[in-house]
């Protein structure tokens, strides 16, 4: 199955929420993602299947850092590399605009999650405990951080 990794359109906003509030049990708005439109400092990409989003995924970027806010592919389009190519998109897209290292939280207990973010090189530098609800569970957070940085600064 082809599918076209794109920017979040305004168009495209209902399907993110309508994917949102199927797999997450505190989801995004609708005029949260909205919101995201045309702020310089936030990428949203889509993943799309013959004019459909099948998923998503969102950066915010701030100095040189970026954190990761969303990557979510419904359930019907899984197990098609939609996660990875959404991941390697916005993950080089930060990068061409400065971003040195990558953060984001993931459910202790979402493996499919964790097994993705390490495959990209992500790790995981602590733990937030009892960070989500609905239901209760810890926050792993994990780092990415460009291979071509000094860290010697």
Not at 56 to 71: F, H, K, P, R, S
Request: net charge negative; with cysteine.
């Amino acid at each position: 199955m082809d599918f076209a990794i794109l920017k979040l359109t305004k168009e495209q906003v209902p399907e993110v929420a309508r994917i949102e509030t199927e797999l997450f049990s505190t989801p995004w708005s609708e005029k949260a993602f909205a919101d995201t439109l045309g702020m310089e400092h936030v990428l949203f990409y889509t993943a799309s299947v013959e004019g459909r989003v099948a998923g998503y995924c969102g950066i915010y970027l701030a100095a040189d850092e970026g954190e990761i806010t969303n990557v979510a592919v419904a359930p019907e389009y899984r197990r098609r590399n939609m996660a990875q190519s959404l991941l390697r998109t916005v993950m080089a897209q930060a990068r061409q605009k400065g971003a040195r290292r990558i953060f984001l939280e993931v459910r202790s207990r979402n493996d499919p999650a964790i097994c993705l973010y390490q495959k990209h090189g992500f790790t995981v530098i602590g733990t937030r405990k009892n960070y989500y609800q609905y239901p209760q569970d810890d926050a792993l957070v994990m780092m990415y951080e460009y291979a071509d940085i000094d860290t010697k600064e």
